[in-house]
């Protein structure tokens, strides 16, 4: 049962932030990539206040999976790589604790391409 209740945290969560950027696309005039970029930053914003982490406590993956837990978990890396390394901490700990996603994302880009065909919008 409990897993049960956590994998819907996780879906109310992640849902709600999906349905969020859903009605950005369908009621404003941003585009898809400033409504993506606005996540990152909320999220980069929220973590380093400290707001974010009781939502990851609670929703665990169905916060951190969409890109505001890319953008906290960024910010968790440089607070936690600058109390560490000083100012070469500020400047690598966004990627080391970020690189993991980075990654994933490329490689799957990659088979993707591999895969596919792509074609000219004609």
């Not at 909320?42 to 707001?51: H, R």
């Not at 982490?53 to 505001?68: C, E, H, I, N, S």
């Not at 109390?83 to 996603?101: P, V």
């Amino acid at each position: 049962m409990e897993l049960f209740i956590d994998c819907l945290k996780a879906f109310l969560v992640g849902g709600a932030l999906c349905a969020i950027g859903q009605v950005f696309i369908d009621y404003t005039k941003l585009t898809p990539a400033r409504i993506l970029v606005s996540y990152v930053v909320a999220g980069v914003i929220l973590g380093a206040l400290g707001l974010y982490q009781p939502l990851v406590d609670w929703a665990g993956a169905g916060a951190t999976v969409p890109l505001t837990g890319f953008g906290y978990n960024l910010a968790r890396g440089v607070k936690e790589a600058l109390a560490a390394d000083g100012l070469l901490g500020a400047l690598k700990g966004g990627l080391t604790a970020a690189s993991a996603g980075i990654a994933a994302a490329i490689f799957c880009g990659l088979l993707v391409a591999l895969v596919s065909r792509p074609k000219d919008k004609s």
